[in-house]
Nanobody, 120 residues
Framework: QVQLVESGGGLVQPGGSLRLSCAASGRILRTNVMAWYRQAPGKAREFVAIIANTDSTNYADSVKGRFTISRDNVKNTVSLQMNSLQPEDTAVYYC??????????????WGQGTLVTVSS
């Protein structure tokens, strides 16, 4: 069993900053990719940022220059530093990981999400 637990969501004013964290636990041999997605009210889930085991990163155009993704391979955690937040960033943010389990099989795992609300 593999779990992802997000933390750091909350209410922030426009222009503010917030840092999200996600911890992976369970019978994980290796975490190849960790990523963040988000789902705004009434809209489909969308990609935000991703970081591979090589530490290469990619970002959605909407967050480039404002968000930074990072990971700690020893702790199996991923973070998302969000700066210059705007109301359109309001969404439930989901952590995603592609892991190799102890038995050698791959698995894609989602967290339950953490709500980020950007409002004055």
């Amino acid at each position: 069993q593999v779990q992802l637990v997000e933390s750091g969501g909350g209410l922030v004013q426009p222009g503010g900053s917030l840092r999200l964290s996600c911890a992976a636990s369970g019978r994980i041999l290796r975490t190849n990719v960790m990523a963040w997605y988000r789902q705004a009210p009434g809209k489909a889930r969308e990609f935000v940022a991703i970081i591979a085991n090589t530490d290469s990163t990619n970002y959605a155009d909407s967050v480039k220059g404002r968000f930074t993704i990072s990971r700690d391979n020893v702790k199996n955690t991923v973070s998302l530093q969000m700066n210059s937040l705007q109301p359109e960033d309001t969404a439930v943010y989901y952590c995603n990981a592609r892991v190799i389990k102890w038995d050698g099989s791959p698995l894609e795992v989602w967290g339950q999400g953490t709500l980020v609300t950007v409002s004055s």
